[in-house]
T-cell receptor, first 112, second 115 residues
Framework: RKEVEQDPGPFNVPEGATVAFNCTYS??????FFWYRQDCRKEPKLLMS???SGNEDGRFTAQLNRASQYISLLIRDSKLSDSATYLC?????????????FGQGTELSVKP | EAGVTQFPSHSVIEKGQTVTLRCDPI?????LYWYRRVMGKEIKFLLH????????ESGMPNNRFLAERTGGTYSTLKVQPAELEDSGVYFC?????????????FGSGTRLTVV
């Protein structure tokens, strides 16, 4: 079983749609959680951290359920520029010193 | 501030040759990481430096890979001899000392092709 699992997609949605990505992680001791965005042939870029209470940044909302070991990302009012691969990323523990575990990514394509 | 810089951006080498990748972290960042993405797989951790010391090298695939960070500034990752399965994109990332558990900044990567 992979440490971080995501639906690879692709998700093809029209502009303006709301889309949700899900992610599960296997290590219950995991400490920090992130969503990264990766454009084609580019480096991953931090989109947002994910907090237990849930957090929002503009059109993006992230949720964490520690009991279910489940992370989600909701994108409202999708834009063409949101097309990218979204990576669910977990820091397994403080003892691991910042090592990140990546999911395989979910590809999003927003169409006009 | 300048971001994480990696060189070269692309490298094509023959099986059995040696390649050295370089990473210049953001100035002042104590933590430096190497990651790799091979085709069709997720990005995977290779190792972590704190200044010049290897904090965690649990992700290094085998002894053909050697990473160094002399003086705690830039880092090199040498593959010797390269094999076909070493092809992929090698990313470097850095973070400040006190932000271990926050997301960090990646370089644009080195795309390595072994033929």
């Amino acid at each position: 079983r992979k440490e971080v699992e995501q639906d690879p997609g692709p998700f093809n949605v029209p502009e303006g749609a709301t889309v949700a990505f899900n992610c599960t992680y296997s290590n219950s001791a995991s400490q920090s959680f992130f969503w990264y965005r990766q454009d084609c042939r580019k480096e991953p870029k931090l989109l947002m951290s994910v907090y237990s209470s849930g957090n929002e940044d503009g059109r993006f909302t992230a949720q964490l359920n520690r009991a279910s070991q489940y992370i989600s990302l909701l994108i409202r009012d999708s834009k063409l520029s949101d097309s990218a691969t979204y990576l669910c990323v977990v820091n397994p523990s403080y003892n691991q010193g910042g090592k990140l575990i990546f999911g395989q990514g979910t590809e999003l394509s927003v169409k006009p | 501030e300048a971001g994480v810089t990696q060189f070269p951006s692309h490298s094509v080498i023959e099986k059995g040759q040696t390649v050295t990748l370089r990473c210049d972290p953001i100035s002042g960042h104590d933590n430096l990481y190497w990651y790799r993405r091979v085709m069709g797989k997720e990005i995977k951790f290779l190792l972590h430096f704190v200044k010049e010391s290897k904090q965690d090298e649990s992700g290094m695939p085998n002894n053909r890979f050697l990473a160094e960070r002399t003086g705690g500034t830039y880092s090199t990752l040498k593959v010797q001899p390269a094999e076909l399965e070493d092809s992929g994109v090698y990313f470097c990332a850095s973070s400040p000392r006190d932000r271990l558990n926050y997301g960090y900044t990646f370089g644009s990567g080195t795309r390595l092709t072994v033929v």
